[in-house]
């Protein structure tokens, strides 16, 4: 299930359906009233009446095995963590939303920052394939090579007699290109 786009979803509507604490990050169902409801099989209060004794006050949400919070409000996916930042700011984000501690389910207020695609794939730890245990650095026959991202490019940091020494260089450079979107640690 693919979550959809900015914008479909109102302000007014996630206030009205959804509850959100940016302490905890938790967003639950808020009670709905019967004109919210189509008239259909059963009359609007008695969908109302079902609706609400299975869903408010609990949960909105799931991750059903994604990585991410999805919230499912008529009929559309929205990652939560999107949903927050409109309840919050009272609109969509422009760009990506990034975790700031890389937990995708962790929609504390707090952990949320908008960030360029650029600026979101910087806060990420060390790749599954990374042999040395440290971001940025490759083993080589001549020693260790640093490596850092920048604009869709590789930029060679030089290469050392150890690995501590290249992750140094690397370190250095990804707090001057980076700044706070920069992300020391390989969890």
Known sequence: MRATDVGTLSYDVVR??????????????????????????????????????????????????????????????????????LYMTGDWPKGQIDHANMDKRDNRWDNLREATCAQNSCNVGARSTNTTGLKGVTKTRSGFCSYIGIDNKNIYLGTFKTPEEAFNAYVLAGKKLHGDFFRIDAK
């Open 16 to 85: 009205r359906l959804i509850s959100y604490d940016a302490i905890t990050g938790g967003m639950v169902w808020k009670a709905r009233t019967a004109d919210m409801f189509k008239r259909g099989r059963w009359s609007q209060e008695h969908s109302c009446a079902c609706w609400n004794s299975q869903n408010a006050g609990k949960t909105a949400g799931t991750s059903n095995g994604s990585p991410y919070n999805r919230i499912v409000i008529s009929g559309r996916t929205y990652l939560s963590h999107r949903i927050a930042w």
